[in-house]
């Protein structure tokens, strides 16, 4: 099978489009690839915004590749099309704060600045593996901002609100494909300029 070089419909079955060597369907018929949070927010989208809800596909891949850089190696993908989802907290007279920050996998999350500010505390750092899964109901390397809690501010870099965004589903044996635009539609998405910054 030869890898398309970007989303290109898929003839034959609606919805569906192909990108790189997977061919994604949409989300909203496929909850078996989703963890609960992520199907629970995909089902309150589709009330609100159909539109929205109707463009978040999803494809089922190796558990193994679960990490970017082995996913988009095995299945052709673009490695720009990727986003990360990090888990960042930081407290103020004894509150935590958290942010879901999504940032393109070519670059990383600016934790000590930007996002310190935003969330306006003293100290931000990476929420641990154990506390990140228990508090979004999602697999560790598969958190994504569909389906965070909504108590979280989920910051989103410029750069992932436009073009095609690979995220992933809450659990590892699968990942999301949407529009950029349809990520920045999320409740309480804030699109932030200068949140990634580039690698290296």
């Not at 079955?13 to 496929?30: D, N, Y």
């Not at 679960?66 to 407290?91: H, Q, R, W």
């Not at 979004?136 to 609100?161: C, H, K, N, Q």
Request: one cysteine or more.
């Amino acid at each position: 099978m030869s890898a398309a070089p970007e989303p290109t419909p898929v003839p034959g079955e609606p919805g569906a489009l192909a990108f790189g060597t997977l061919t994604w369907v949409p989300a909203l018929g496929r909850a078996d690839l989703l963890a609960d949070p992520v199907a629970a927010a995909l089902g309150r989208l589709a009330e609100v915004d159909a539109e929205a809800a109707q463009q978040i596909l999803v494809a089922e891949i190796d558990p193994a590749l679960a990490d970017t850089a082995a996913m988009t190696e095995a299945y052709e993908l673009p490695l720009a099309a990727s986003a990360n989802c990090v888990l960042v907290a930081g407290k103020r007279a004894g509150d935590e704060r958290v942010a879901a920050c999504v940032v393109r996998a070519t670059t990383r999350a600016d934790v000590n600045n930007v996002v310190r500010r935003l969330l306006d505390v003293r100290k931000a750092s990476f929420w641990p593996m154990d506390q990140a899964v228990t508090a979004s109901g999602m697999e560790y390397g598969a958190i994504t901002p569909v389906g965070v809690p909504t108590s979280w501010r989920l910051l989103l870099d410029t750069r992932v609100t436009s073009g095609p965004a690979i995220v992933g589903s809450g659990v590892r044996h699968s990942k999301l494909l949407l529009p950029g635009e349809v990520l920045a539609r999320l409740e309480g998405a804030e699109v932030i300029t200068g949140l990634g910054v580039d690698v290296g």
